[in-house]
């Protein structure tokens, strides 16, 4: 033990992207023995900061000083290295490889037979066998992982730290595809390694959870520390107030849009996933901005794929125009006049080997067969030069491969696209996630610009000042159900999060 | 004024530059002509030249239809085999009245026509079976293709069985055929080779598709981000079946031509044929991951390994140390292309 009483400590950690300064000046320090919580909303910096402890990130500035010493990390490795463990939200193990393969991955335990070294299958499994019942953990150690469930994986995931002498545990979002007894089992493991000496830094939404678990908590927004508080000392209700409290530093167009009739109405659509959202019901309106809010896991992904045809639907109507329709792929989504910009403009947006100009047109292209099935180039040429000069989209050229332009340029490019098709409804998942603040005014412009025109709009967001600030009524959603429509001018960031957490 | 000029100079030491990355491998091409050009000047005569293009005009037509499936992130090991099927069907059937080992003694006399469309069909009935089951089935183009090259190998050799002698090689064809492979037109003086004239005609054609097609632009899409073109509204099975037939129609016609500059066909011809395919492609700048690729790359991606082969025997190479260069242009090639990607993560 250090005389500073703390495991580990981050110093003042800045660090920014182009055109976001996601941590400024982060000091969070945490006690060796105990669960030391982050809190905060969607983009509040917690990733990045834990990122930078993991050595994924570098920070800019800023120091880290593990048990007294300020080191430096330079990738996974040195952190794993020097006793930091992180178990992702995201699982990623070997699925067709043993569980006991899978915790000495990369440092099998070896007999060296002086010319060549053969993997020692037996000390692995005696060395697992040991590690499971040190934790209490109920694992063979030779099954496949496929064959195990989340829980156990997860399990196997924090056994595997521990075996790497693991001091801090970084748990993000630990819990999120947990069962109810899964986290109770967790939570056993969670006081077995704190009562061993080992901190943990615990990564969730859910109040109950941390109020129950956590012996400090850190609440963040905005890349700064709130602070940090002795979790005995709070509520949920001063936890969200702390999260959410702030002024609305974004700024946002004014907007003249008047809703008119019902052009959609979704009733009691429920997901053949049975995690997934059920029984959804809502009307969307003519030139209406209707926000649907909630947290990460909400299902609202979920839900606007399965209306736009990406997902499977096990039950519930949809009516556009009156008339009920059924949508089983982006086609025909297309041909009722629905256009969706996905969540994650990378892997499902933009196509990064082809031109701004190629990136446009793929989603309207029949528009611009001409004779023999060739294209028109200069009807083409013509919307897309009109939709840059529009849209405002910074390119050198129509010309220039859509990678190499920032993440907003990318999104117009991508609005642009679905522009071109004459949408009625236009569905935006996370329009502005990963663009800088700039460009975030420019891209409210063109939605609230699209509502005055009479397009109807369902814009997914988990930043709540946005919703507020571009809605006219929120629909808030928590684990795959809608727990309320909020009016768009009277809605609150505290009424929205409780509606987020109902079931938590 | 000077500002203006030295503007202007600047501006065209940048554009010399762009050019030169632009278009790398055509100053390769360049290069290696040349070279092997001054070492040996027998390597540039008229005939020779002409040679290397007749040889790769019939390899181009098969590179160009593997290239559109390695851009939507598939392939084709099947092509060759493909070749040969289309060689020897339309080579049985162009075969003189007057032969005496005609695979069809009975057969009537017909028009050069038949012999043709009948490699031509072939190849799209191959590429069809390709499509199907890589769209409908999902077998990952790799094996799909595998599996086929072996059924189609099989059934072009039982085509030309004839027990107990076995596979027979077939001869004989009718003038007009092997014209298509040898003959030109045009003035004695000025005359193009025909089968210089059909890879020209089909280079422009694929051309035509990839950039001014909806299914050209498809392609592309698919190959860049397949799940983006899914949410785009692209139908995957209906331009990936697209992709197959064309490239299986380009196999066939390839097949005649080869037969018909041949003047013969074996169950054999086109064995590999693939392979110098695919390599050619990524010579070209075709990249397997996906999304890129021009037929302009892809015909000089031919013509480099066609100037190499040839070069190196003009240049009295060893047959294997060719191997080995063509192997390791190949590597190189693909290895400095890649590193545009490599470098961005």
């Known amino acids: 033990m250090n005389e500073s009483g703390f495991i580990v400590e981050m110093r003042k950690i800045t660090k920014s992207f182009p055109g976001v300064k996601a941590l400024d000046e982060v000091t969070v320090k945490v006690k060796p023995g105990s669960v030391h919580a982050l809190m905060g909303e969607n983009g509040a910096g917690k990733s990045t900061l834990m990122k930078c402890l993991f050595g994924i990130y570098k920070p800019d500035a800023g120091e880290l000083v593990l048990d007294g010493k300020t080191i430096t990390l330079a990738n996974a490795k040195q952190a794993l290295d020097s006793g930091i463990s992180m178990i992702h939200q995201e699982l990623h193990p070997v699925p067709y490889r043993s569980v006991m393969e899978n915790i000495w991955l990369g440092r099998y335990p070896v007999r060296d037979f002086g010319l060549f070294k053969l993997v020692n299958g037996g000390k692995m499994l005696r060395d697992t066998k040991k590690l499971f019942e040190g934790l209490q953990m109920d694992i063979d150690p030779r099954v496949w992982v496929k064959n195990l469930s989340v829980s156990k994986i997860q399990s196997m995931e924090i056994a595997k730290a521990v075996s790497n002498n693991a001091r801090v545990i970084i748990m993000d979002e630990p819990t999120s595809s947990l069962t109810e007894n899964e986290v109770g089992h967790l939570f056993r493991i969670i006081r077995q390694l704190k009562s061993e000496g080992i901190a943990i830094i615990y990564i969730s939404h859910k109040m109950e959870e941390i109020l129950e678990i956590a012996d400090e908590v850190t609440i963040m927004r905005d890349g700064r520390v709130v602070g940090t508080y002795l979790a005995k000392e709070l509520t949920t209700d001063l936890i969200i107030n702390r999260m959410v409290g702030r002024d609305l530093t974004h700024r946002f167009p004014p907007r003249v849009n008047v809703p008119g009739g019902v052009v959609m109405r979704v009733e009691g659509l429920t997901s053949t996933n049975p995690r997934s959202f059920r029984d959804v019901s809502f009307d969307l309106r003519k030139g209406e901005i209707l926000g649907l809010g909630g947290l990460v896991g909400a299902q609202r992904t979920e839900l606007v794929e399965s209306i736009f045809g990406l997902r499977n639907i096990q039950s519930g109507k949809i009516w556009i125009n009156g008339k009920q329709t059924i949508i089983r792929n982006s086609i025909q989504a297309k041909s009722h006049k629905i256009a969706l910009l996905t969540e994650d403009r990378r892997t499902t947006g933009i196509i990064p080997v082809l031109s701004v100009f190629d990136n446009m047109v793929i989603a309207n292209i029949s528009k611009y067969l001409g004779k023999f099935l060739f294209l028109s180039r200069r009807r083409a040429s013509e919307d897309v030069r009109k939709s840059i000069d529009v849209l405002r989209v910074k390119t050198p050229s129509p010309m220039t491969r859509i990678e190499s332009l920032s993440g907003g340029n990318q999104q117009k490019v991508i609005f642009a696209r679905w522009l071109l098709t004459e949408p009625d409804i236009f569905i935006l998942d996370e329009p502005t996630r990963g663009i800088d603040v700039g460009a975030k005014y420019e891209i409210y412009t063109i939605i609230a610009d699209l509502a005055k025109r009479g397009k109807s709009i369902i814009m997914i967001s988990s930043e709540m000042p946005e919703l507020i600030g571009m809605s006219d009524r929120i629909m808030v959603m928590c684990e795959g159900r809608a727990t309320g429509i909020l009016d768009g001018k009277s809605a609150t960031q505290e009424r929205i999060m409780e509606l987020a957490t109902q079931f938590m | 004024m000077s500002d203006i000029s030295t503007t202007g100079r600047r501006l065209t030491t940048r554009s010399v530059r762009e050019f030169a990355t632009n278009n790398a491998i055509l100053l390769v091409l360049l290069a290696v002509v040349l070279v092997i050009g001054i070492v040996k000047t027998s390597f540039l005569n008229f005939d020779n030249i002409m040679n290397i293009l007749r040889i790769s005009s019939v390899r181009a037509v098969i590179a160009l239809g593997v290239g559109g ?34 695979l069809f003694p009975n ?185 890129i690729g021009r037929v302009s790359g892809m015909l000089v991606g031919v013509l480099i390994k066609e100037v190499m082969n040839n070069g190196l025997v003009v240049l009295g190479v060893s047959a294997y140390w060719q191997q080995i260069v063509l192997g390791l242009i190949i590597v190189v090639a693909v290895g400095i292309d890649i590193q545009k990607y490599v470098r961005k993560r």
């Open chain 2, 69 to 102: 499936i390695l851009i939507t992130r598939g392939t084709d090991l099947s092509a060759g085999r493909t070749v040969g099927l289309a060689a020897v069907i339309s080579g049985s059937l162009a075969q003189r009245m007057n032969y005496p080992s005609r």
């Open chain 2, 107 to 291: 057969m009537a006399d017909h028009s050069i026509w038949i012999p043709v469309l009948a490699g031509i069909g072939a190849g799209l009935v191959v590429g069809l079976l390709n499509g199907t089951i890589v769209a409908f089935l999902k077998v990952p183009a790799f094996i799909a293709t595998l599996g086929t090259m072996t059924i189609v190998y099989g059934a072009e050799s039982l085509y030309v069985d004839r027990p107990p002698m076995g596979a027979t090689p077939l001869g004989g064809f009718k003038d007009e055929f092997t014209n298509l492979g040898s003959g030109s037109i045009g003035p004695d003086s000025f005359s193009v080779p025909i089968i210089i004239i059909i890879a020209v005609v089909i280079s422009v054609f694929i051309f035509l598709v990839l950039n001014k097609t909806r299914l050209g632009k498809n392609i592309y899409a698919m190959g860049g981000n397949p799940d983006a073109a899914v949410v785009s509204g692209v139908s995957i099975w209906k331009n990936t079946m697209l992709v197959y037939a064309i490239a299986g129609l380009l196999y066939g016609l390839g097949g005649v031509l080869l037969a018909a500059r041949a003047g013969g066909a074996t169950n054999n011809y086109g064995q590999g044929y693939e392979l110098d395919a695919i390599a050619a492609c990524v010579i070209g700048g075709v990249s397997v991951s996906g999304g």
